[in-house]
C-alpha cells in the first residue's frame, strides 16, 4: 500500500490530529485569553471527531436492529454516545473559563495575557 | 449489602454537593459536609477491613456486563485511598471550622462546601473506577471543582491562577481523551481489564497505536500531577487558594493524578508493554530533574505559600521516582510516600494558613521571630519541616529511606545520590525559616501563646503526631500498604 492509500485510509483521524494541533498552537501562542478558549474548544472538537470517526463505518446504517442487516451494517454507536457526555463537559468548561475571563476583565480592563502578567508582577503586595 | 456500600458513599457525598445551590447558609452545610466525611471515613474502614478478609468486589453498575457497562473495582488499592482521602478530608474539615469564618464570606463558605464535596465526590469515582471514560468524566469533575474553589475568594491573583490552572488542566483531560481514543480504536473496549487483555495481543499488530496513546494518557496526567516541565501552574494555584484547600490539593489531589498514572500503568498496559515503551527510564529522567529543579525553585522564593507548593514540585518527583521501577516494591515506597507527604505538606500549609491569618503577612522576612508570638503553630512548621528534609523518627525519614534502599536493591546508586542532593536542598530552604523563627532576639516581642482557635491546633497535633507515628512505627499501615501494592502489582 502507497503512502497514499494509508493517507486517504485514515483520513479522519489525520485530519482530527491536524485540527488537534492547530487548537494546540492557538492555546500556547496566543496571549488573548478568549482566544485561547477558542482553541480549547477546537482541539475538544477534534478530539470528538476522532472518537466518532472510530464508530463509523462506509454505507453505515443507524444501529436500529430491524432483523433484516447483519451487526457489521451498522456504525459503532457507542463512541458517539460517550462523546454526548464529552460535549457536556466541553460546554460545562467553556461556561465555567468565560466567567472566568468576565471576572479577569473587570478586576485588569483587558484580556491579554502579556498585559495582566505585566500588572500582577507591579503589584507584588502580599496580602 | 456490604457491596453496595460504595455507591452509598458517592451518593452520599453527591447529594451533599446539590444541597449547596439551595442553602446559603454556611452552618447547614458545614454541619452536612462534617457528618458526610465522618461516614465516609466509617464506610471507609468497613470496606477496607472487608476487603482484606474477603477479597476485592467487583460491581458493574447498572447490572451490565463488562464490555457494556461501567465497573468499580474495590480492592486493597482502591479501599485505602479512598479511606485515606475522607481521613485527611476529615481532619482538614476540622482546621476550616476555626479557619474559614475568617477567611471567607457567609455564602462563599457555603458554596465552597459544596464544591468540596463535588471534590470528594470525584476522588471517589476516580479511585473505584475500572472503566477509561469513566476515569476521564471524573478527571474533569475534578479540574473543574479544583479550580473553583481556587477562584472562591474573590481576588485579582486568584481569578488568573484559576484561569492559568483551567487551561492547563483542560489541556491534560484532552490529551488523556485522545489517548483513550486510540487505545478504543485498537481494542473496542474501555473496561481496563479488558483492554489489557486485549492489548498483549493487539501491541505486536499496532504498536504506533500503542505508543501514541501511552504517549498522550502520560503527558495528559502529567500535566495534572504538576511533573517537573508541566508545573507551571502550581505555585499559582496552590498559593492562592484558602489555606485548608492548598493543603488539599497539594496533600491529596496531585497524589490523586499519580494513583491515576498507577493505574494506567498496571492495569491497561501492563508493566512489559510500559518497559517495553521505555516508560521507566522517561519517568526517571522527569523525577530526577523535578526533585533537583524543584528544590531549586523553592530556595528562590520570597511567598512562603510559594515556597511550599515549589517544595511539592519536588515530593512529586520522589514519588514519580519511586513509582520508575514499576514493581511492587517500588509501589509499596510510593504508597507509603504519598501518605507521608500528605501529612507533612499538610501541615506545613495549614500552618501557614494560621499565620496568615493571625499575622495578616506571608512573605519569608515575616517568620523571623514568628516562633515566639505563635510557638504552638510555629513548633508544628519546625516538626514537620523536619520531616520533610527526612530527620530521623519522622515519616519523612522513613519514605525516604525506603526510596533508597529499594533503589539499592536493583544497584542503582546513582539515584541515591541524587536523593541525598534534594534533601540538602530540601534543609536549605525549610532550615532558614525555622531558625529565623525561634532564634532571634526577642527584644522588643511580646512573648505569648497564639489565640488561634482550638479546632485548628488540634488538628495541627493530630497531623504532627501522624508525622511521628508514621516515622516511628511505620509497621502501623505497612500491611495494608503491602496488600494495596500487591494487588497492583502482583505479588513480589
Known amino acids: 500500500m502507497s503512502i497514499l492509500d494509508i493517507f486517504v485510509a485514515n483520513i479522519h483521524f489525520i485530519g482530527a490530529m491536524i485540527i488537534f494541533v492547530i487548537g494546540l498552537y492557538m492555546v500556547i501562542a496566543h496571549p488573548n485569553l478568549f482566544k485561547r478558549i477558542i482553541g480549547i474548544n477546537v482541539m475538544s472538537s477534534a478530539v470528538f471527531y476522532f472518537f466518532v470517526a472510530i464508530g463509523a463505518i462506509a454505507d453505515g446504517r443507524v444501529p436500529i436492529v430491524d432483523g433484516t442487516l447483519t451487526p457489521a451494517d451498522y456504525i459503532n454507536p457507542v463512541p458517539s454516545a460517550l462523546i454526548l457526555t464529552g460535549i457536556v463537559i466541553s460546554v460545562s468548561f467553556t461556561v465555567y473559563a468565560l466567567s472566568l475571563a468576565i471576572k479577569i476583565h473587570q478586576s485588569y480592563g483587558t484580556l491579554d495575557q502579556e498585559k495582566i502578567v505585566e500588572m500582577s508582577t507591579r503589584d507584588d503586595s502580599y496580602d | ?492
Open chain 2, 1 to 492: 449489602m456490604i457491596s453496595w456500600l460504595p455507591i452509598v458513599q458517592m451518593m452520599l457525598i453527591l447529594t451533599i454537593a446539590l444541597m449547596s445551590p439551595l442553602s446559603k447558609k454556611a452552618r447547614l452545610m458545614t454541619h452536612l459536609l462534617a457528618y458526610g466525611l465522618i461516614a465516609n471515613t466509617i464506610i471507609g474502614v468497613v470496606l477496607l477491613t472487608h476487603v482484606h478478609a474477603v477479597g476485592p468486589i467487583v460491581l458493574s453498575l447498572g447490572g451490565h456486563a463488562s464490555f457494556l457497562g461501567i465497573e468499580f473495582i474495590i480492592d486493597s488499592f482502591s479501599a485505602l485511598f479512598t479511606l485515606f482521602v475522607s481521613g485527611i478530608g476529615l481532619l482538614i474539615h476540622m482546621y476550616s471550622l476555626g479557619y474559614l469564618p475568617h477567611a471567607l464570606k457567609e455564602s462563599q463558605i457555603a458554596s465552597y462546601y459544596g464544591l468540596l464535596a463535588l471534590l470528594y465526590f470525584a476522588v471517589f469515582g476516580l479511585l473505584y473506577t475500572n472503566d477509561l471514560f469513566n476515569t476521564y468524566v471524573f478527571i474533569e469533575i475534578l479540574s473543574i471543582t479544583t479550580c473553583a474553589i481556587i477562584s472562591i475568594a474573590r481576588k485579582k491573583r486568584n481569578y488568573m491562577a484559576a484561569f492559568r490552572y483551567l487551561m492547563l488542566n483542560e489541556l491534560g483531560s484532552l490529551s488523556f481523551l485522545m489517548g483513550v481514543a486510540l487505545l478504543y480504536m485498537i481494542t473496542g473496549s474501555l473496561n481496563m481489564t479488558m483492554i489489557m487483555n486485549q492489548l498483549s495481543t493487539q501491541f505486536a499488530a499496532y504498536p504506533i497505536n500503542v505508543t501514541l496513546a501511552l504517549g498522550f494518557i502520560g503527558v495528559g496526567l502529567a500535566m495534572k500531577s504538576a511533573i517537573f516541565p508541566f508545573h507551571e501552574w502550581l505555585p499559582d494555584a496552590h498559593s492562592s487558594a484558602p489555606a485548608p484547600s492548598s493543603a488539599l490539593l497539594s496533600g491529596v489531589v496531585v497524589k490523586l493524578y499519580l494513583l491515576v498514572i498507577v493505574k494506567i500503568l498496571f492495569r491497561v498496559f501492563g508493566t512489559g508493554i510500559a518497559e517495553t515503551l521505555n516508560a521507566p527510564l522517561v519517568m526517571m529522567i522527569f523525577a530526577v530533574v523535578a526533585m533537583v529543579f524543584g528544590s531549586l525553585f523553592a530556595l528562590g522564593q520570597k511567598d512562603i505559600k510559594r515556597m511550599l507548593a515549589y517544595s511539592t514540585v519536588s515530593q512529586v518527583g520522589y514519588i514519580l521516582l519511586a513509582l520508575s521501577l514499576l514493581s511492587t516494591a517500588g509501589l509499596e515506597v510510593m504508597f507509603f510516600y504519598i501518605f507521608s507527604h500528605a501529612l507533612i505538606k499538610g501541615t506545613l500549609f495549614l500552618v501557614t494558613g494560621a499565620t496568615i491569618s493571625h499575622q495578616k503577612k506571608r512573605s519569608l522576612e515575616s517568620y523571623k521571630g514568628l516562633g515566639y508570638l505563635m510557638p504552638l503553630s510555629m513548633t508544628a512548621f519546625a516538626l514537620a519541616g523536619f520531616g520533610m528534609v527526612g530527620i530521623p523518627g519522622t515519616s519523612g525519614f522513613v519514605a525516604k529511606f525506603q526510596i533508597a534502599t529499594a533503589f539499592l536493591d536493583v544497584d542503582q546508586a546513582l539515584f541515591v545520590w541524587v536523593l541525598i542532593v534534594s534533601s540538602i536542598l530540601n534543609a536549605l530552604y525549610y532550615f532558614p525559616i525555622i531558625i529565623n523563627g525561634f532564634v532571634t532576639d526577642n527584644e522588643g516581642i511580646d512573648v505569648h501563646l497564639e489565640k488561634v482557635p482550638w479546632p485548628m491546633l488540634v488538628t495541627l497535633s493530630v497531623f504532627v503526631l501522624g508525622i511521628f507515628l508514621l516515622g516511628v512505627m511505620p509497621g502501623v499501615i505497612m500491611p495494608y500498604i503491602q496488600a494495596a501494592a500487591e494487588v497492583m502489582g502482583g505479588v513480589s
